[in-house]
């Protein structure tokens, strides 16, 4: 569909998907500026703007990067395959040069910077998972399955020792996207059975073996202990509760929801944020919800990832290229998943995993390759469904014969031409 609109051509793809980008991005810089103070006001630090600045210049390179990705055609990021190799790369040179950063060696130094190869790994997973769903015509379901499962596993193995979350997260968004791509239940139903049985006997052997065994060789075990330990530890009715060192974090997000109440105190205006070490990161969402409220905070924020996973949804069904649909989904269930996990967390629905809130939370690596996920979305609504601000082209393309649609998904997934005309 032809536009004259200079700004629609910039700003190219589905319009609901910027907007979302835009007021997540928004509600980010003033979360974080509120929320940094305890960084911006540390005796250590001789700026007190450098922290926010830091965070907008992020936020700044991540735009830049959604403008470029939502320009570039989809069947380029076929070519993202090859991150898995390089990540796995990264992965293992984490275990000899990897930076400690609060009990864990998760980032890589870079050029004076710092970066998280397991974020690099989740982007490759997902191009990979949903280059080889696109492909089971030309290859055989046990092929594909087993390359999937192999591919994955790889990337999820060297990601565990230092953030069990993220593999946890990783392993559901792959999973859900072989169930989408109609992997036999079957080859799924004997693939859970396994990671349920390795599961428990790795939770088994934890408990038997010595602590100081532990400690040396999987230190990050005994952080999970704690964590899992204060979620569901009792606490001693008619005494005044004082927080532990395992359940710091979660006494104070809950006491920052609690005193944010329906309307929230105001922007600004957080006391939990002098409390909570990761209140910028961690437990931002508690900080949204006590300054903002549960109505406008809370429910706020909640709607705007259920509605940027809805229209993922939308933009995907819209797909007759089998390869930008599962790409579309998977870029989509990263993002809402994880925002979802990190909801939960603050809460107290489920124990702390360490999850930042996508394109919220403060960070570099975080916040960059959120944004390429938004700009991959973007490009495949602008490519490969066009996505309008109307409804005429979904009505056209329910109206196409159905030996039109049968026809288009047999053709080889990078032809030349998109089934449905380009912008």
């Given at each position: 569909m032809e536009t004259n609109n200079p700004t629609k051509?910039?700003?190219?793809?589905?319009?609901?998907?910027?907007?979302?980008?835009f007021l997540l991005a928004a509600c980010s810089l003033i979360a974080v500026f509120s929320a940094t103070s305890t960084?911006?006001?540390?005796?250590?630090?001789?700026?007190?703007?450098?922290?926010?600045m830091r965070h907008a210049s992020f936020l700044f390179g991540g735009f830049l990067l959604v403008l470029f990705l939502a320009h570039t055609h989809y069947k380029y990021f076929s070519l993202a395959i090859l991150l898995l190799p390089i990540s796995i790369g990264l992965l293992f040179a984490t275990f000899f040069i990897g930076i400690s950063v609060h009990g864990a060696s998760r980032f890589l130094p870079l050029l004076g910077f710092q970066f998280q190869p397991s974020e690099i790994g989740k982007l490759a997973c997902i191009v990979y998972v949903a280059f080889l769903l696109s492909r089971r015509r030309e290859f055989s379901d046990d092929n594909v399955f087993k390359w999937i499962v192999w591919g994955v596993a790889a990337i999820l193995v060297l990601i565990f020792p230092f953030n069990l979350s993220t593999t946890v997260l990783l392993g559901c968004?792959?999973?859900?996207?072989?169930?989408?791509?109609?992997?036999?239940?079957?080859?799924?139903?004997?693939?859970?059975?396994?990671?349920?049985?390795?599961?428990a006997v790795f939770v088994f052997a934890l408990y038997v073996t010595p602590q100081e065994t532990v400690k040396k060789y999987l230190p990050r075990a005994l952080t999970w202990q704690s964590r899992v330990h204060a979620f569901f530890g009792s606490k001693k009715a008619g005494k005044t509760y004082i927080p532990t060192e395992e359940d710091?974090?979660?006494?104070?997000?809950?006491?920052?929801?609690?005193?944010?109440?329906?309307?929230?105190?105001?922007?600004?205006?957080?006391?939990?944020?002098?409390?909570?070490?990761q209140a910028y990161s961690d437990f931002i969402y508690a900080i949204i919800i006590e300054e903002l409220g549960v109505f406008f905070g809370g429910l706020g924020v909640l709607i705007l990832y259920i509605w940027l996973m809805v229209r993922v949804g939308i933009i995907a069904r819209k797909c007759k290229w089998l390869f930008p649909k599962y790409l579309a989904l998977g870029c989509g269930l990263m993002i809402v998943i994880q925002a979802l996990v990190h909801m939960a967390v603050n809460v107290g629905m489920i124990p702390v995993t360490g999850q930042p809130l996508p394109l919220i939370s403060l960070g570099g690596t975080s916040t960059?390759?959120?944004?390429?996920?938004?700009?991959?979305?973007?490009s495949i609504s602008h490519y490969g469904a066009e996505v309008s601000e109307t409804d005429e082209?979904?009505?056209?393309?329910?109206?196409?014969?159905?030996?039109?649609?049968?026809?288009?998904?047999?053709?080889?997934?990078f032809a030349a031409k998109s089934t449905v005309s380009e912008q």
């Open positions: 051509k910039i700003f190219c793809g589905s319009t609901e998907i910027w907007g979302i980008f960084i911006a006001y540390s005796p250590k630090n001789t700026n007190i703007w450098a922290p926010i968004v792959c999973f859900l996207l072989m169930f989408i791509g109609q992997i036999s239940f079957r080859k799924l139903g004997k693939l859970l059975f396994w990671v349920v049985l390795l599961s710091y974090q979660i006494t104070h997000a809950k006491a920052a929801i609690a005193s944010g109440a329906i309307w929230g105190k105001g922007p600004g205006r957080s006391e939990q944020r002098n409390f909570l070490p960059l390759l959120t944004c390429a996920y938004i700009g991959i979305i973007l082209v979904e009505n056209e393309e329910e109206n196409l014969p159905a030996e039109i649609e049968t026809d288009s998904e047999k053709k080889p997934i």
